[in-house]
């Protein structure tokens, strides 16, 4: 009943959440309009798009636990779609970073991923969710059959390498990477949890 | 029979003693920077027309040659966007969290090898020497530069006053510590207080100032009032900010950073395109300033100031000595 209820409800308000995961980007334009992004732009609209991709590989990363903890198909309705914001969001902070930011000047880029641990672990990432964006559609889904869930655990991959990205960018104060680690963690601790229940449960029978 | 009448203020309504002290010190506190600037001051600086910005205008200092045909970073920028870790940890902090900051009275004191130790206030600290307009590149360690117009006074002139002794062979400024006025200091983010160093030839460079002010206005409280180092062929962490103490040594001071991430910042410091750090490019940096679509910059080796300070480190392998 409540499932159904749920169901329908995601259903109806699909296109909604589909603007409410637009606004970040909303907000860049109407402060980039207003200048309002601060003394150094760039580095506001890297930082702003790499913090709503780790939101949104977050929010698709829960969508599992949701339904594991509330019994209810519906969170899984959203899930392509967080994902596919995440790809979005990361899209923008990747070409942020080679356009504005280094105007595709490679043989700087170049260097700048090798030399940094945190840009070659945060290219690393961007480049795995590429397959994953590609066979994101419901046909790849089929013409994968078993092997695409295989390949679409890298998203796990993807998580830990964006959150050592985030952490090893930061100075000094740790505290907003390490809410992200935590975030993380709890959601595979979520997931280990619930595997080992249902391991119990088949081993009883 | 008792009667007793119910009182006709709530709790809640009550201001308590610690907010009652607060609005007191504060508001004696805005009361005494008004008074006690424009006192310290005077002959110096003329209030502006615009008194509720509170900036104070420095009229008596020397036009020099320095940095004459850069474009200067606005204003605004500079004064909205640095690192001033006792303000937060966040570039839009200090322009925010330092507005209570208290820069006057200020006194600065003088010990280590020297004569006698010595204490200066900051209004005498102004007549040491005439005023200078310094035009400078401010380049920080994390790929960003500007352009700031410095208000100042070189720091050999204090050094002279301080009459340094011959085991002096470096200087150690040490900044403010005050959790109460610098709420950053809260959190133990750098072992406080701020501690920077310069060896002795490097703080008798004619480049390296103590400055009191930038665009022509006595420093504001989030670029490190009332008085800060300025060493313009170093990262931006080497200017200490907020002065208390100055101390001559005969040892390499153990400076605030190195200590932090002693394979991340070294004592030099030299801005230097060819060392790299292992987490930004040092080889461009981004003018602020600039908007959108400015690309990045070279970074110049000393941040262009070679020809004045090359001869310092001679011999020096500058990628072991970062």
Redesign the interface.
Known sequence: MIDKFLNLLFKKIKILIFFLCLIPLFRLFYL?LNSQ???????FIERSTGTWALVFLMLSLSMTPLRQLTGSNAYILNRRMLGLFMFFYACLHVLTYLW????FDFD?IF??VY????VLVGFAAFMLTIPLAITSTRSMMKRLGGRWKILHRAVYLIGLLAVLHFL??V???HTEPLIYVGVFFLLLVLRVIYKYRSYLRTSNL | MLITKKSDVIPSDITSKENFENRRTLIKATGASIVTASGIFTGMLNRTANAASSKQKISNFVKTKYGVDEKLTPYDDVTSYNNYYEFGTSKTDPSIESRLFEPSPWSISIEGAVKKNKQIGIEDFFRLAPLEERIYRMRCVEGWSMVIPWLGLPLSKLIQWAEPTANAKFVEFISLSDDRMMPGQRIPVLDWPYVEGLRMDEAMNPLTIMALGMYGEVLPNQNGAPLRLVVPWKYGFKGAKAIVKIRFTETMPKTSWVKAGPNEYGFYANVNPTVDHPRWTQSSERRIGGGLFTPRIKTQMFNGYTEQVGQLYTGLDLSKNF
């Open positions: 980039g992004l601060g003394a150094n732009p760039i580095e504005i930011d280094h105007y700087e260097k700048d030399k940094h641990p945190y090893w960018l100075k000094k104060d």
